[in-house]
């Protein structure tokens, strides 16, 4: 027999310092990769330093939001109480047309995913300091 799940609040990123305006453009509804000033690569989720050159130097570029699905899963037991009547839902995995990866929420329908689906980044306001990217159908 399950126990009932207790009513527990969203749980939601801890925004520190090395990624604080990277969640600030999100509260704007931009979202932006980190790009090396010295090599240009593109580096995603932000890192301290860049992983192809080891500089410490960092700079953003802003991305046009759309990609494609490259892959997907479904997830139908719940991480946290929280998901529990969210299930079945979808994260999947999109290439950026700029060449990084994303993972993120998805607003289509989990019978309508394909590989390839072209999408764009949509954001949810969850709260003040937290907004959240939903790809959504492009
Ligand atoms: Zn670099």
């Not at 604080?20 to 090599?39: D, G, I, N, S, T």
């Not at 995603?44 to 899963?73: I, Q």
């Not at 009547?85 to 019978?111: N, S, T």
């Amino acid at each position: 027999m399950t126990q009932p799940l207790p009513n527990l609040p969203r749980p939601l990123p801890r925004i520190d310092r090395e990624h604080a305006e990277w969640w600030a453009a999100l509260r704007r509804h931009e979202l932006l990769v980190q790009e090396c000033p010295r090599c240009k690569a593109l580096t995603f989720p932000p890192e301290p330093a860049c992983p192809r050159c080891r500089s410490l130097e960092r700079g953003w570029r802003r991305s046009s939001g759309r990609g494609r699905v490259l892959s997907w899963v479904v997830v139908h037991r719940p991480s946290h109480p929280w998901f529990a009547d969210k299930v079945p839902y979808a994260v999947v995995l999109v290439q950026m047309e700029e060449g990084f990866r994303v993972i993120g929420h998805i607003d289509v329908p989990i019978e309508k995913l394909r590989d390839g689906l072209p999408v764009e980044a949509g954001f949810e306001d969850v709260n003040d300091e937290v907004a959240l990217i939903r790809f959504r159908g492009a």
